[in-house]
């Protein structure tokens, strides 16, 4: 997920990915958007000014995206909700041709030239280079370095006198989504070898089988392509995605999208050529929305389920796709609930405690706001739950519900989202080759299809073009460490010794064991502290710390969960791997309280308890810190501040 603040150090009068107010930064001249992927259009919804320069494709797509924000009204006790859309920047969305440097003139004698290049990473995603001035930069977005693209970046003409010629780029605004030198992430199978792997696969089944593609947001259209030739069928959207990817063909713009004539068909003469999209239901594939009430998905109990997934290790391990990198539900009409006032958050926590019994499941709903606080930028996904039991049932949360409606609306989306609370990501055990399954075909296939690189794809972007210095667009300040810095991964491909964001990754680590040796010096004399406490009151301090640096261009990373596949067949089970649907609460939430004063213990040893695991630690804390119990508040376990919460930090201390 991108954590890029828009930023261009270079270019300070412009803003690329980013569109909400900068603190000390002055309004820009010219914005860019790379894709469409939620992540990298944070603020854009409220932008009046200036124009936004584009690729075609990501322009028709953007103009038809649907949310439906919700917000907390305590007030009135009701959940209201609202229709967001992006149709009021029609005209302030511009679209540039693709590999035709354009100049651009920011103010009157002040210009860039601007050239945009395919990413390889969904439909309409581009990078830009951005020359002007003496300097030059590359802001990569969302990519996909396989080897035949890079060496298609090499070869291009625009591109020559950075990667052939004598010309060096200042920076490059690097993709840094999975920038590790550590295993499984160093090397992915490429797209066409897991498309390939998928249609061996999907070749032996029968041939009136059903396939449903789970697509959950853009960046698969070639994979519907491939099918969609090698099964001879068009493959079935439903209304709202297929009149996204028809808008590709739109002929208001003199640019028409690279992308539209294989999704969405072409004229030729006289005669209409169909691509491989339709919004008629009765095909053989489909990647509708689930709940969209689909007369043959719904109804059809035999449907074989196609799932991408990262990549695949050799002892079956396998990485989960969903969410890693953002965009996840992008492809969705999405209902999200704002949530961006602590003070409410802390009134719904209260909420949860009054109306729901089960400590499990109140501590799931905890953690579940916990992590979203910072992993969906104050925002939570609802569109799993707009939907009842009934499959035909296409109520939705359009209009205004009463807020104690939202606590089991939370409760149905914390326990099925992947990794919630420490639960487990659940993967279809299809890893095996099925020439090698004995009994029935599987009812699920995975297949490795990566939408952002490897860290081997990236070294071989750099190394083509040997920057002077490379900027992070993802970053994890929590767990940073001089191993992730970008002297460590990519100095070697670098023609100069800058490493800007190391120098700000230091200064922020210094600024934290500052306030640690302060805090230390705060504390009474008398205090003894052991080994473990000292551990648990750093990570507090830091995360107080990373609090304050909300605004800087930090936020963080976790590789998703790894599930192994069992031997037996049955359902794969998560390994000790963090999943990326729940990043904030593996690394925001500490194992224990803060500091506290010791507690002098008792001569008498009490039995010996069976070991808890991590996760029960973890939840039982949560719980506790919520209901302000054993003298723990929710600001000492997550950061947030309940409005309603009484306990003094004397009265915890006690």
């Known amino acids: 997920m991108s954590t890029f603040k828009g930023v261009v150090t270079e270019f300070p009068q412009i803003r690329i990915d980013y569109f909400r107010v900068i603190s000390g930064q002055k309004p820009p001249l010219a914005c860019f958007l790379s894709h469409v992927h939620s992540d990298h259009l944070l603020g854009l919804e409220s932008l009046k000014s200036p124009f936004i320069y584009c690729s075609p494709a990501t322009r028709e797509i953007l103009l038809?995206?649907?949310?439906?924000?919700?917000r907390?009204?305590?007030?009135?006790?009701?959940?209201?909700?609202?229709?967001?859309?992006?149709?009021?920047?029609?005209?302030?969305?511009?679209?540039?041709?693709?590999?035709?440097?354009?100049?651009?003139?920011?103010?009157?004698?002040?210009?860039i030239r601007v050239t945009l290049f395919a990413a390889n990473h969904c439909a309409g995603a581009v990078m830009f280079l951005i020359q002007?001035?003496?300097?030059?930069?590359?802001?990569?977005?969302?990519?996909?370095?396989?080897?035949?693209?890079?060496?298609?970046?090499?070869?291009?003409?625009?591109?020559?006198?950075?990667?052939?010629?004598?010309?060096?780029?200042?920076?490059?605004?690097?993709?840094?989504?999975?920038?590790?030198?550590?295993?499984?992430?160093?090397?992915?199978?490429?797209?066409?070898?897991?498309?390939r792997e998928l249609l061996e696969k999907v070749e032996k089944y029968p041939k009136d089988t059903l396939f449903y593609f789970q697509a959950w947001t853009f960046g698969y259209e070639n994979v519907w392509i491939a099918l969609s030739a090698f099964l001879e069928?068009?493959?079935?959207?439903?209304?709202?995605?297929?009149?996204?990817?028809?808008?590709?063909?739109?002929?208001?713009?003199?640019?028409?999208?690279?992308?539209?004539?294989?999704?969405?068909?072409?004229?030729?003469?006289?005669h209409y050529s169909e691509g491989c999209l339709t919004g008629n239901p009765h095909v053989r594939l489909h990647s509708c929305e689930r709940g969209t009430s689909c007369?043959?998905?719904?109804?059809?109990?035999?449907?074989?389920?196609?799932?991408?997934?990262?990549?695949?290790?050799?002892?079956?391990?396998?990485?989960?796709?969903?969410?890693?990198?953002?965009?996840?539900?992008?492809?969705?009409?999405?209902?999200?609930?704002?949530?961006?006032?602590?003070?409410?958050?802390?009134?719904?926590?209260?909420?949860?405690?009054?109306?729901?019994?089960?400590?499990?499941?109140?501590?799931k709903i905890f953690f579940f706001l916990s992590s979203a606080t910072d992993e969906t930028k104050n925002r939570i996904l609802l569109d799993t739950s707009t939907k009842g039991d009934d499959p035909h049932d296409d109520t939705?949360?359009?209009?205004?519900?009463?807020?104690?409606?939202?606590?089991?609306?939370?409760?149905?989306?914390?326990?099925?989202?992947?990794?919630?609370?420490?639960?487990?990501?659940?993967?279809?055990?299809?890893?095996?080759?099925?020439?090698?399954?004995?009994?029935?075909?599987?009812?699920?296939?995975?297949?490795?299809?990566?939408?952002?690189?490897?860290?081997?794809?990236?070294?071989?972007?750099?190394?083509?073009?040997?920057?002077?210095?490379?900027?992070?667009?993802?970053?994890?300040?929590?767990?940073?460490?001089?191993?992730l810095s970008i002297r460590a991964l990519f100095g070697h491909l670098c023609s100069a010794d800058l490493f800007a964001h190391d120098a700000e990754m230091t200064d922020m680590l210094d600024e934290r064991r500052e306030r640690m040796r302060a805090d230390k010096r705060q504390r009474p004399e008398d205090t003894q502290t052991t080994e473990d406490e000292e551990t648990q009151h750093?990570?507090?301090?830091?995360?107080?710390?990373?609090?304050?640096?909300?605004?800087?261009?930090?936020?963080?990373f976790t590789p998703p969960v790894v599930?192994?596949?069992?031997?037996?067949?049955?359902?794969?089970?998560?390994?000790t791997n963090t999943s990326h649907s729940s990043i904030s609460a593996s690394v925001l939430s500490p194992i224990s309280p803060p500091h506290r004063k010791a507690q002098v213990k008792s001569p008498v040893q009490p039995p010996a308890q069976p070991p808890e695991t991590r996760s029960h630690k973890i939840r039982k804390l949560a719980y506790n810190a919520a209901l302000g119990l054993n003298g723990l508040s929710w600001p000492d376990f997550g950061g947030l501040v309940s409005a309603g919460n009484n306990h003094s930090k004397k009265e915890a201390e006690l």
């Not at 297949?447 to 073009?465: I, M, T």
């Not at 037996?568 to 089970?573: E, I, K, L, R, V």
């Open 396 to 483: 939705s949360l359009l209009g205004d519900i009463p807020l104690q409606e939202l606590v089991a609306i939370l409760a149905r989306v914390a326990t099925t989202t992947p990794s919630s609370a420490g639960s487990e990501v659940q993967l279809s055990n299809t890893g095996t080759a099925l020439d090698k399954i004995d009994g029935p075909l599987p009812k699920s296939i995975t297949f490795p299809y990566s939408r952002h690189s490897s860290y081997s794809e990236l070294c071989s972007l750099v190394r083509a073009f040997r920057p002077r210095d490379i900027y992070p667009c993802t970053v994890d300040p929590i767990n940073w460490t001089s191993a």
């Open 64 to 70: 038809r995206l649907e949310r439906y924000p919700h």
């Open 233 to 270: 069928s068009t493959i079935h959207l439903d209304q709202y995605r297929w009149g996204i990817y028809k808008s590709l063909s739109a002929r208001e713009n003199f640019l028409q999208s690279q992308e539209a004539p294989p999704l969405c068909g072409f004229h030729c003469g006289n």
């Open 132 to 195: 002007g001035d003496g300097k030059a930069i590359l802001y990569t977005g969302d990519i996909r370095s396989e080897t035949w693209w890079v060496n298609s970046l090499v070869q291009n003409p625009v591109l020559i006198p950075y990667t052939l010629g004598p010309r060096r780029l200042d920076c490059i605004y690097l993709d840094t989504t999975f920038a590790t030198k550590s295993e499984p992430y160093r090397e992915f199978p490429s797209k066409s070898e897991g498309v």
């Open 295 to 363: 007369p043959v998905i719904e109804e059809n109990p035999q449907v074989v389920s196609i799932i991408p997934i990262v990549t695949r290790l050799s002892n079956g391990v396998e990485i989960g796709e969903l969410g890693a990198g953002g965009g996840n539900g992008d492809l969705n009409q999405i209902h999200e609930l704002e949530i961006n006032d602590p003070n409410a958050v802390g009134q719904l926590m209260q909420l949860c405690a009054a109306k729901l019994e089960d400590p499990e499941l109140l501590s």
């Open 538 to 556: 750093s990570a507090a301090v830091r995360n107080e710390s990373l609090a304050e640096h909300e605004n800087s261009s930090t936020m963080f």
């Open 72 to 111: 907390m009204n305590f007030a009135k006790g009701i959940l209201e909700s609202r229709k967001q859309t992006y149709k009021h920047l029609q005209t302030l969305l511009k679209t540039l041709p693709l590999e035709t440097p354009t100049v651009i003139e920011l103010s009157p004698g002040n210009e």
């Open 563 to 575: 599930a192994e596949r069992p031997s037996n067949g049955s359902a794969p089970h998560s390994s």
